[in-house]
């Protein structure tokens, strides 16, 4: 099977760090307003995926998270915090907010048939895993680029050497694995 990798914009053969096993990572939504379906539009596809490789024979483990705290409300990571706003709007707390509006996305998942991933976390419920992330990163001398709104990105500096992307790669995993 092709799909397209995004990073190096080409489609190219998929393949598994682990024979037999995927581990897929997908973003979920930010908890302030019902879901549209353009949103889960990208929910659909992401659970067409799993089904298929599960299906092919894979053994899936996807985690999605929930966006429930911390999301300005433009693109470009400026203006408003979008769970402040809706917490705001409807004259609630932001973790009830937060609650109501993760419960009514899974209620819309139900209905589509997504299936439920095999692992959903909060963000709140990681903020000191992050902290220790970011640190880390920032100790080894790796930055932290954001780019395309909300995707966080996680660069090797860009006058890397094709041969230190390996060493970055390594130190980045490294540090993931320190952290759990």
Same mark, same amino acid.
């Given at each position: 099977?092709?799909?397209?990798?995004?990073?190096?914009?080409?489609?190219?053969?998929?393949?598994?760090?682990?024979?037999?096993?995927?581990?897929?990572?997908?973003?979920?939504?930010?908890?302030?307003?019902?879901?549209? $379906?353009?949103?889960?539009?990208?929910? $659909?596809?992401?659970?067409?995926?799993?089904?298929? !490789?599960?299906?092919?024979?894979?053994?899936?483990?996807?985690?999605?998270? *929930?966006?429930?705290?911390?999301?300005?409300?433009?693109?470009?990571?400026?203006?408003?915090?979008?769970?402040?706003?809706?917490?705001?709007?409807?004259?609630?707390?932001?973790?009830? $907010?937060?609650?109501?509006?993760?419960?009514?996305?899974?209620?819309?998942?139900?209905? !589509?048939? *997504?299936?439920?991933?095999?692992?959903?976390?909060?963000?709140?419920? !990681? *903020?000191?895993?992050? *902290?220790?992330?970011?640190?880390?990163?920032?100790?080894?001398?790796?930055?932290?680029?954001?780019?395309?709104?909300?995707?966080?990105?996680?660069?090797?500096?860009?006058? $890397?050497?094709?041969?230190?992307?390996?060493?970055?790669?390594?130190?980045?995993?490294?540090?993931?694995?320190?952290?759990?």
């Amino acid at each position: 099977m092709q799909l397209y990798n995004s990073a190096t914009h080409k489609k190219e053969e998929f393949t598994t760090h682990t024979p037999g096993h995927v581990e897929m990572y997908t973003c979920g939504p930010t908890v302030y307003h019902f879901a549209h $379906i353009g949103n889960l539009r990208s929910y $659909i596809m992401e659970d067409v995926l799993e089904k298929f !490789l599960r299906y092919d024979g894979y053994d899936v483990n996807r985690v999605m998270n *929930i966006t429930d705290v911390g999301h300005l409300a433009s693109d470009a990571d400026t203006g408003e915090d979008k769970m402040l706003k809706g917490a705001r709007r409807e004259h609630k707390t932001v973790l009830e $907010i937060a609650q109501y509006y993760t419960d009514a996305f899974f209620d819309d998942c139900r209905k !589509l048939n *997504i299936k439920t991933p095999d692992v959903v976390q909060p963000a709140t419920g !990681l *903020i000191d895993e992050f *902290i220790k992330l970011v640190e880390g990163l920032l100790d080894k001398g790796f930055v932290l680029n954001l780019a395309y709104g909300k995707t966080l990105r996680l660069l090797p500096p860009l006058n $890397i050497a094709e041969a230190d992307l390996e060493l970055f790669t390594e130190a980045l995993e490294k540090t993931l694995k320190e952290m759990m």
